[in-house]
């Protein structure tokens, strides 16, 4: 069998030295490596020989299978080589540089805001997209007979009890309760994040956008306290004087409320699409924090009192960049992104 095996050592090495087709490569590798070459069918010879034999033999097996392995591994990489070679390619050409994203322009300005309310003093919170009937309702005075939900009836999912349901949530109020149960008063508060409305898409209008919700809740908390801080809020992100104007709003989550607007900066107050030719946009519904909104999270309405606001964050960074369709900051369009 000593002879067998170099033989077969030395047929397979002169078949691979007389090769010149890389695709005959597979079906000689085939025929002395295979479960059923060559190699294999000295195995099955090994297995009858004598005791005695067998570690000699063995180490002579084991020997011409690794020489065969090896010749194997230098006709393959001597093929790859010509490969190579005949595509003249030149190896000192720089590669191709992978594209770097850009961070989207909602979570720039999201950044931006988060560090102006962190200078001061607020909490920046996070909640869950997918919420309950309570959270996004009931304890907001929204009960389940009140008009206000039939504007904010939206996309309902599996789960939740059936007095209970489940939703992606229509703002990011239902943390005003959630942040005052965790974590009592006094609190100051920010929380941005996605929200769900079943809209018919326009301009000024999409299913899903941002927003970025504020409450500050302690003893003797007014409108005025509201104002400058909204003052504060505008100045540091477009980085000049804004013109605004404040007029009623009814939010059974406030009161009294407020609708905040900011003249359109596309336009400049002449009238266009986004601001639906009034030459305003409508940016922050604000207002003092409901009693009952208080009492939900656990605050006593009479001894604490507060104002909330639901900054439209999508709308605000149209603003900021003049974007005229908000439909393009979910298009995905990356000629789009990179501008920013």
Same mark, same amino acid.
């Given at each position: 069998?000593?002879? !067998?095996?170099?033989?077969?050592? !030395?047929?397979?090495?002169?078949?691979?030295?007389?090769?010149?087709?890389?695709?005959?490569?597979?079906?000689i590798?085939?025929?002395?490596?295979g479960?059923?070459?060559?190699?294999?069918?000295?195995?099955?010879k090994?297995?009858?020989?004598?005791?005695?034999?067998?570690?000699k033999?063995?180490?002579?097996l084991?020997?011409?299978?690794?020489?065969?392995?090896?010749?194997?591994?230098?006709?393959?990489?001597?093929f790859?080589s010509?490969t190579?070679?005949?595509?003249?390619?030149?190896?000192?050409?720089?590669?191709?540089?992978?594209?770097?994203?850009?961070?989207?322009?909602?979570l720039?300005?999201?950044?931006?805001?988060?560090?102006?309310?962190r200078s001061?003093g607020?909490?920046?919170?996070?909640?869950?997209?997918?919420e309950?009937?309570?959270y996004?309702f009931?304890?907001?005075?929204?009960?389940s007979?009140?008009?206000?939900?039939?504007?904010?009836?939206?996309?309902?999912?599996?789960?939740?009890?059936?007095?209970n349901?489940?939703?992606?949530r229509?703002?990011?109020?239902?943390?005003?309760?959630?942040a005052?149960?965790?974590?009592?008063?006094?609190?100051?508060a920010?929380?941005?994040?996605r929200?769900?409305?079943?809209?018919?898409?326009?301009?000024?209008?999409e299913?899903?956008?941002?927003?970025?919700?504020g409450l500050?809740v302690?003893?003797?908390?007014?409108?005025?306290?509201?104002?400058?801080?909204?003052?504060e809020?505008?100045?540091g992100i477009?980085y000049?004087e804004?013109e605004?104007?404040?007029?009623?709003?009814?939010?059974?989550f406030?009161?009294?409320?407020?609708?905040l607007?900011?003249?359109?900066?596309?336009?400049?107050?002449?009238?266009?699409?986004?601001c639906?030719?009034?030459?305003w946009?409508?940016?922050?519904?604000?207002?003092?924090?409901?009693?009952k909104?208080l !009492?939900?999270?656990?605050?006593?309405?009479? !001894?604490y009192?507060?104002?909330a606001?639901g900054?439209?964050?999508?709308?605000?960074?149209?603003?900021r960049?003049?974007?005229?369709?908000?439909?393009?900051?979910?298009?995905?369009d990356?000629?789009?992104?990179?501008q920013?």
């Open positions: 069998m000593q002879k !067998e095996l170099e033989h077969l050592r !030395e047929r397979a090495k002169e078949e691979l030295k007389t090769l010149t087709e890389q695709a005959d490569l597979e079906k590798k085939i025929k002395y490596l479960r059923k070459g060559e190699l294999a069918e000295m195995m099955k090994f297995k009858e020989l004598a005791q005695a034999e067998r570690p033999i063995g180490a002579l084991n020997e011409v299978k690794i020489d065969i392995e090896k010749a194997f591994h230098e006709i393959t990489k001597s790859k010509a190579v070679s005949s595509a003249n390619f030149d190896v000192t050409l720089p590669g191709i540089k992978p594209e770097r994203g850009n961070i989207h322009p909602v720039q300005v999201q950044r931006e805001l988060e560090d102006l309310f001061m607020f909490k920046v919170l996070d909640g869950p997209e997918v309950s009937e309570f996004n009931e304890a907001l005075n929204i009960p007979w009140h008009p206000a939900r039939e504007s904010q009836d939206t996309f309902y999912v599996k789960g939740g009890a059936s007095d349901r489940l939703l992606l229509t703002h990011t109020s239902p943390m005003q309760v959630r005052l149960q965790q974590y009592g008063v006094p609190l100051r920010v929380v941005p994040g929200v769900f409305r079943y809209e018919a898409t326009d301009a000024s209008h299913h899903t956008f941002w927003q970025m919700e500050v302690d003893k003797d908390i007014s409108v005025s306290h509201l104002i400058a801080t909204m003052k809020l505008l100045q477009f000049r804004v605004v104007r404040l007029r009623p709003g009814y939010f059974p406030v009161e009294p409320g407020f609708e607007d900011i003249k359109c900066f596309i336009c400049g107050g002449t009238g266009c699409s986004v639906k030719q009034r030459g946009v409508e940016l922050l519904p604000c207002g003092l924090v409901h009693p909104v !009492e939900a999270g656990g605050v006593d309405p009479k !001894e009192s507060g104002f606001f900054l439209g964050l999508s709308r605000l960074v149209m603003m960049y003049k974007i005229d369709d908000i439909r393009l900051l979910l298009g995905g990356l000629r789009f992104l990179k920013f």
